[in-house]
Structure formats: structure tokens, C-alpha cells
């Protein structure tokens, strides 16, 4: 447990659903985060009344648009895919429910994967249109800002592919047409939840209408896919499935494992 900072009263006290307790009555849990501080509230006379509460770093309210992330959120708990939202205010402060005997799936296992999978899939093929897109042209000028915030040694290191990933963006357009979908767009292991057989999809900071290659790729690289796994997920989750997508998942791997990697090294 952690002791209540005069941050976290302060914050407690703009939430209509925590501001008539006191911190006697609440329980404060730290989580792991790296942009975001989390913790697991719970309330001591309610066991069973439990809330995550996110409180993000400045820094990242530059890249990520907290209206469209609201917006997407409410979307996707109507689709039964996202815990409730049950509070966030327009500098992404937020409090959601906490999924109870949750843990981060391991698509080693069949079972899991398949979930997984067919959850992605109902996000994909719903007939929702999230706020927000994500095109190339976005894609690549937030690479730039990630690499630019990098340090002179890191850009360094980073340049060959930074380079290639800005080449293989001008490309995708003839390569790889597929209409934008609703997308989680950091769709990373963290950011998936297992409780029994149900899955949940948690984080929806970077949301938007994007190409199903950006959740398919970005998924298959934080996991650690292998090319035969890849292959299966990108059957399962791509509508009208054609050979040459193979060829373009490839180039969404390396394209998102470098704005993932300019990313870290920018914020991490």
C-alpha cells in the first residue's frame, strides 16, 4: 500500500464516485506504468468496489487526443471489449473499473490465442466509426517527433531504420489498400487482459480509424509471433484475406517495431 500524496487526495476529491470517502476508507495500490501512473483503488467496506485510476505524464498529452480516447473507449465498452469507464477528465486523468483474476495472455497457448484473436476481430469488422484516424501521413510524422525527442546516441543507433520505415510509409498506399477500421493502435500484451475465457482490451490512449495491419502487426511484435502464428492471426482477423497481405504485415512488423522502439527511447 502507499500513502495518499496531496496529488492524489486532490484528484480524489474531482471524482463524484470517490469524493465522499476519506482516505481512511479507501485502499492505494501502485501498479506498473511507464507513461502512466497506476493504481488499484478499492474501497474498504466494499471489497468488491475496485478501480483502477490512471494519472498520465504530461508529456504524453501532446501526442494523444483525450476527447477521441473518451469517445473510443465508450465505443468499445458497447462492443463488450473494454472495462467501464467510469471517470476521465480532458487531461486523461481516468478511473476504470478493475477487472477481477485478470492476467496478460500467453498466445503460446492455443486456447488464448484463439481469444485473442476473435476479439481483435470484433473490433475490426464492427460497423463503429472511432473519432480520430491514423493514415501514413500521421504515422510518419509522429515517428519524426518520437525520433526527434531521441538523443543524439540513440538517434544513431536508430537512423538506418528510422530511414527505411519513412520509405516503406510512402509505399504503403499502392501496396497495401485496406479501408481504416476501428483500431486499438498499441495494442501491446500489457494492453490485453485474460479473465477466464474473456478478454478485454484496456489503454484506448491512441485509438482511432487506422489499417487492420497496425493492431495485427503491432500484436504479432509484442508477442513474439512467430511467422507461422502471424500468418494465422492475420487469416483470422483481416477481412477477404489475400496472399500479397503477407508481404505488406511484413512491412507494418518493421514499421511499427521502429515507432516502438523511437518511442521508448524518446519516453522510457
Not at 471489497?47 to 477521441?68: A, C, G, V
Amino acid at each position: 500500500m502507499v500513502r495518499f500524496s496531496s496529488m492524489i487526495k486532490s484528484i480524489l476529491k474531482t471524482i463524484p464516485l470517490l469524493s465522499k470517502f476519506s482516505s481512511s476508507e479507501i485502499r492505494l495500490q501502485k501498479l506498473a506504468g511507464l507513461t502512466n501512473e497506476n493504481y488499484l483503488i478499492a474501497i474498504k467496506e466494499s471489497p468488491k468496489q475496485k478501480y483502477i485510476l490512471r494519472i498520465p505524464h504530461e508529456s504524453t498529452n501532446e501526442f494523444i487526443n483525450r476527447e477521441s480516447e473518451s469517445l473510443n473507449t465508450g465505443i468499445a465498452e458497447l462492443l463488450n471489449i473494454a472495462p467501464k469507464n467510469v471517470w476521465q477528465n480532458t487531461s486523461g486523468i481516468s478511473l476504470t473499473e478493475y477487472i477481477e483474476d485478470a492476467s496478460i495472455p500467453n498466445l503460446n497457448d492455443s486456447k488464448k490465442f484463439e481469444n485473442v484473436a476473435k476479439t481483435l476481430t470484433t473490433l475490426h469488422n464492427s460497423k463503429t466509426v472511432f473519432k480520430g484516424t491514423l493514415d501514413n501521413q500521421k504515422i510518419a510524422k509522429r515517428l519524426t517527433q518520437y525520433f526527434t525527442l531521441c538523443s543524439t546516441k540513440q538517434q544513431q543507433t536508430l537512423k538506418l531504420e528510422y530511414q527505411k520505415a519513412l520509405s516503406l510509409l510512402e509505399l504503403q498506399p499502392s501496396l497495401c489498400k485496406r479501408s481504416a477500421v476501428p483500431s486499438h493502435v498499441d495494442l501491446v500484451l500489457e494492453n490485453i487482459l485474460l479473465q477466464d475465457e474473456k478478454v478485454w482490451f484496456i489503454d484506448w490512449e491512441y485509438s482511432a480509424m487506422a489499417s487492420p495491419f497496425w493492431d495485427i502487426a503491432t500484436l504479432c511484435n509484442s508477442a513474439n509471433l512467430n511467422e507461422a502464428q502471424s500468418e494465422v492471426l492475420l487469416k483470422t482477423v483481416l477481412k477477404n484475406y489475400q496472399p500479397d497481405n503477407l508481404e505488406c504485415l511484413k512491412h507494418y512488423l518493421f514499421i511499427t517495431k521502429i515507432v516502438s522502439d523511437c518511442w521508448q527511447a524518446a519516453f522510457i
